[in-house]
């Protein structure tokens, strides 16, 4: 059962002690120690959640201060063009991080990073089912372990949340509604119950997406992930290819 306990004040704010400590797994520091934080993290260079590395993980808090992990062998040419002035914002990360990384093409994107303590008191809306229920849909089968899903009169799959579970004290929420089941408040209503499942469990429920999806920033405020100004940086998974 998590428990607030005691909060320790962090850059930008008191933080949870327990989203401390996932920032600090995850990303390989927490807090920041100047605006920009660089850091080898032997979790980019191997698999996440889903089998596979990630080899950015970065988030900037309220203040505008942010720590970025790398793989450990590109840490020292990363804290080199942090030294030498060509890394002082997140626009130089996202811009000239692939490289850095030996992954010309590539793309850093960022997007909002919220979590919450205190999900929205709405009513539940599905049942856990493991990943090999019949009824569970491709996209939600990578998650492993039980998924959170709402089904219609006959069974049939209308709305899903499936929790990447990144360490014992942070366990990311995704959710997805078929067209069919959109219009019912299922989605805020199966991530506001998902949020309470990773309370229970000890951990803080944290939720990111794009800063131009707007139904998905719907979602969070309504199930209680406000915005409190954090982002989120990562790698894009393929290669940008030019148009012809």
Do not use: C
Not at 67 to 84: I, K, S
Request: glycine letters at 14%.
């Amino acid at each position: 059962m998590y428990t607030e306990g005691t909060l320790r004040a962090g850059v930008g704010g008191e933080v949870p002690q327990r989203l401390a400590e996932h920032l600090a797994d995850w990303i390989g520091q927490w807090p920041p120690t100047g605006p920009l934080t660089i850091v080898g993290n032997p979790r980019n260079g191997a698999p996440g959640w889903d089998g596979r590395p990630h080899p950015v993980t970065g988030v900037q808090d309220p203040q505008g201060r942010a720590v970025v992990g790398v793989p450990p062998q590109f840490a020292e040419p990363t804290a080199a063009a942090l030294a030498d002035g060509r890394l002082t914002s997140l626009d130089d990360v996202r811009r000239t991080l692939p490289d850095l990384l030996g992954r010309p093409g590539h793309v850093v994107y960022h997007g909002v990073f919220r979590w919450t303590t205190v999900p929205a008191p709405l009513s539940d809306a599905g049942a856990w089912a493991d990943v090999d229920d019949p009824r569970v849909p491709e996209w939600l089968r990578p998650f492993g372990g039980q998924v959170l899903m709402a089904l219609d009169d006959d069974g049939r799959y209308l709305a899903g949340v499936g929790i990447k579970r990144h360490d014992p004290a942070g366990h990311e929420l995704a959710v997805v509604t078929e067209p069919r089941g959109r219009g019912r408040g299922l989605a805020r209503r199966l991530v506001a119950q998902a949020a309470r499942h990773v309370l229970d469990l000890g951990a803080v429920p944290t939720y990111l997406h794009g800063p131009d999806n707007l139904a998905s920033a719907r979602v969070a405020d309504a199930s209680g992930f406000p915005d409190r100004g954090w982002r989120v940086l990562g790698l894009s998974e393929y290669p940008v290819l030019d148009a012809d």
